[in-house]
Each structure stands twice: as C-alpha cells, then as structure tokens.
C-alpha cells in the first residue's frame, strides 16, 4: 500500500515527498519487511534524495558532492529497540548545476511486531541546518502457521551478483525504486517479493504464482496484464519479475500477486498500490457512477439498446444489433462508457444522466403493451431531437384518426421550421406512427393527408396530388402549416 505524507514518506512500500523549501533537504522512503527461511524477520528502508535539494561542496578530487545526514529509529513503547545514524554521499559531479539523486539501503534485523519509524534528514553542508522529520507506524514480520506473500521491494534494475549486503538478496543486485508514481518514461513495474510457508500446505508439489495489474476499484477498462509462473512449494519462495505498463493509461492500480494450489484454491494474496501517469494513452477508467448502470449483463444490455435514437451509424451494429448476445460485460461497459464520452468528454456521466431522464420521459408517455416508448417512433423522434416547441394533438376528429403534428423551430444542425406528423389507426395500442416529416433523412410521404383522412394510408385518386383539401369543418392543413 503506498500514501503520501505532507513531511515525509513512510508506509508499506509508501512513497512521500519532504516537500522542498529553499534550501531544505528533500527525499522519499520507502520500506518492506521479510523473513529468512529460519523464521528471523528484518526490515529494509529505502531512500532517495532528491540531490537538487543539497547544497554540494568542492572535495578533494576537485569535484563535487552533497550529503544528507540521516537517523532512523524504531520504537516499541519507550523503548528504541534498533537505529541507525550515518552519512549518504551523492555521486562526484563536475558541475553544480547538474546534481543528481542518489539512494540509499538499510537493513533493521528486528523480532515481528508493531513499530514507530522515527526518521529524520538535514544537509551538514548547510549552515542553517535545517532538519525534516516524520514518523509512521510499521509491522514487522510474517506469522509461521500460514502462508503469505511478502512486502514488495519496486525495483529501477537488477543485475545478478554473488555480493553480500542490504542491496543484494538472492543472487541479485537489486536497486529500488522507490517513488509511487510511475511517470510516462517507465515502461515496466520491476518487483521482487517474497512467499512463506506454502510447504506447509502442499508439500512436494508445486503452486503457481499469478501477477497481475488490477485496477483501483474505478472500472478502469484498460487491457490487464497478468501472467503466471510455477514453483515448488517451499519455506521462502523469492519471486522476481516485471510488469509491461507502458500502456496503461493515467490512474491509480494495483499490483495483485497471488499463489495458488493445484487446485487452484487460493494459498496467499497480497495487493500493492501505485500510480500511473501517461497522458499519451487514453485514459480507460469509468468513472464510478456508471457503476448503477452496470450492475448487471440485463441493466446494462437495456443501457445500450436505449441508444438508438442518437447513435451513429458505425454503432447501430451495438445497439440495436445482435452484437450485445456475444460481448463480453467488459466490452459492453468499453462501449458504454465511450459512447457518452465521445458526446461530453468533460462530463459523460452527467450527459447520459440527463438522456436517461429523456428516455423516462418518453417510456412512460409513449410506451405501448409490449414495447417500451423510446422504440416508438415518437420516442425515437423526442430522444434525437429533443422536445417539440409546438405539439399539436388531434385525438376526437370525427372524420380522421388521432395524429399529432410536432414543429421545431431549429433542429441541432441548422434546419428550421421543421415538421413531424405521427397518426394511428388503432389508438388504443397508444402505437402513433411516423407518417411525414420535413427534417433531412427524415421519411417524406406527400400523400399524408390522404393516410390520416383515409386511416389506411390510401393513396388518393390523383398521384400528382400531394394536398388533399380538409374534410369539412376541418384544419389539418392549417394545423400543419402554423401548429399551435
């Protein structure tokens, strides 16, 4: 898990910046506990100082270094059960203007329990000798009578070498990398963690450890990767790899590390936090109100199916398609989400939010026994349009079934003026058909009049004949030309 601290870095595997006024010393830590196959459980801290933070001074190669002063102590109580106070020296630098950051690795040899890290950081080369302190609560240690993944060292590389000391375990070099956030220019998540105890349960066989790159509970979209190895069940199996993510997008995720039997029961699970930024890729993540729209295969199939009215035509194939039987729910929610995006890429959640009150609307008006109102063709016409600014409704004509004449002043892409007409010859089914519109790509009948007066759409006698005359006492064509 990894948080950020206003003074100082601290947490399991957590990375904090000792926010930088001028001339103050800068450097994040991070720490993770492991145990040695005989039970012994130790600590390791891992530091790095920002060396821009430093003031660097002339030594006697005449080049340049800096320095940052350390102590580090753990408390049980009142008690300081193991410290530590030393010097860490930058890289030599010809040039002050180019100082570089360097790390740190110290190893605390301690029983399992519950400590306070007390830590604190100063430049001996600043006359001001301005001190950074915090403090943060760690645990220690792993219990023997279960199994259980380790902390996780993040690495920036590894080499192997048959060196001994804080920066090598298990053949390895290894140098940490200890920031939370992964920047665009890293392009793989290096981790090195250890799992105990799994010869207690399955010995002689082998398990399988799964790694993955979940999300962070947001419903991030993004391809997961994920991968799997085996190992023979032992008291401590190290375990070294990486993670591709170069190509996943700005946001928060979780490296999952898991062991498995093989029967694929579930021995250990641990999550590791961290961030991403990579502003070229775009960002996968839905936000979590969609989540009420997702719930399911069926809620989120009827989501999508609403859509008609206003999709394109390059997505009718997901609406009103049979694409929907097939699609997995994580290319469901892709498209869904993307869908509303593509129309508000500021706030897609509020844009479908306020279609939704729009199809509600048209459900309960327009709705018949088995077809809900927004696969009517008033619907259709209320959800891609928008509401008429004049509806005209003839229900009681003695001489012509129900219609309703809709006029827009302006539709969205400039057309004004704009006409609908929707009759029915049943109008108990409540199902109002779409006889004649005046919008582009919109059905054209000229003989329209005839189908409302005739009630079964028949043509008149004349074909050339677009205008029937009103049957007396009636203003059908009046109410077409100037609705009110």
């Known amino acids: 898990m990894r948080r950020y601290f206003a003074i100082v870095a601290f947490g399991l ?29 130790y600590l390791e801290t891992y530091l790095s100082v920002i060396g821009s933070s430093l003031k660097f001074v002339k030594n ?119 920031y939370a956030d992964y920047p665009a220019s890293v392009k793989k998540l290096v981790f090195y963690c250890e799992i105990y105890h ?34 023979d069940a032992d008291t401590v199996i190290p375990f070294l790899a990486q993670v591709p993510i170069d190509n996943l997008p700005t946001g928060s995720y979780y490296l999952a590390v898991s062991v498995v039997d093989m029967n694929h029961h579930v021995l250990a699970k641990k999550k590791y936090s961290f961030t991403k930024e990579n502003p070229a890729v775009k960002s996968t993540t839905i936000p979590a109100g969609f989540a009420l729209y997702m719930a399911n295969k069926d809620t989120l199939t009827e989501s999508i199916r609403c859509l008609a009215p206003i999709s394109k035509l390059d997505e009718q194939d997901y609406v009103i398609g049979d694409s929907v ?18 129309r508000d890429s500021v706030h897609p959640l509020i844009a479908w939010q306020k279609y939704l009150d729009d199809v509600m609307k048209v459900n309960n008006s327009f709705k018949m026994r088995e077809m809900k109102g927004y696969r009517t063709d008033r619907g259709r016409v209320y959800l891609q349009y928008g509401p008429p600014n004049i509806r005209d409704v003839s229900i009681n004509n003695p001489t012509a079934h129900p219609y ?80 009110h």
Not at 110 to 138: C, R, W
Not at 446 to 466: F, R, S, T, V
């Open 60 to 178: 006697g190669n005449n080049k340049y270094t800096g320095r940052a002063h350390v102590t580090l102590a753990f408390m049980l109580g009142d008690s300081m059960v193991a410290s530590a106070n030393f010097n860490v020296m930058s890289p030599e630098v010809a040039d002050t203007l180019k100082k570089p950051n360097f790390i740190d690795v110290h190893r605390f040899w301690v029983k399992n329990g519950n400590y306070l890290m007390v830590f604190t950081l100063d430049d001996p080369e600043d006359a001001s000798h301005k001190i950074i302190s915090g403090k943060q609560f760690v645990r220690v240690g792993y219990g023997n009578d279960t199994a259980c993944v380790s902390d996780a060292e993040f690495l920036q590389s590894y080499t192997q070498s048959d060196k001994t000391g804080p920066y090598n375990k298990c053949g390895f070099t290894m140098i940490p990398y200890v």
């Open 198 to 231: 799994t010869d207690r349960y399955v010995p002689r066989e082998k398990v399988t450890v799964q790694y993955s790159i979940e999300d962070d509970g947001t419903y991030s979209l993004s391809n997961n990767f994920s991968s799997s190895v085996q190992r």
């Open 404 to 483: 309703e004449i809709w006029e827009y002043y302006r539709l969205k892409d400039g057309q004004t003026d704009v006409k609908f007409v929707f009759f029915t010859i049943s109008p108990e089914t409540n199902n109002y058909e779409l006889l004649h519109s005046t919008a582009t790509g919109e059905i054209h009948n000229p003989h329209w009049q005839a189908a409302i007066y005739n009630g079964n759409g028949a043509l008149p006698d004349n074909l050339d004949q677009e205008k029937v005359p009103d049957q007396l006492g009636e203003q059908l064509n009046d109410e077409f030309n100037n609705p």
């Open 13 to 41: 595997f957590v990375s904090c910046p000792v926010h930088s006024y001028a001339r103050n010393p800068e450097a994040y830590l991070n720490f993770a506990s492991f145990s040695t196959p005989s039970g012994q459980s």
């Open 325 to 342: 039987k097939w699609m997995s729910m994580t290319e469901l929610k892709r498209f869904f989400y993307y869908f509303w995006l593509s």
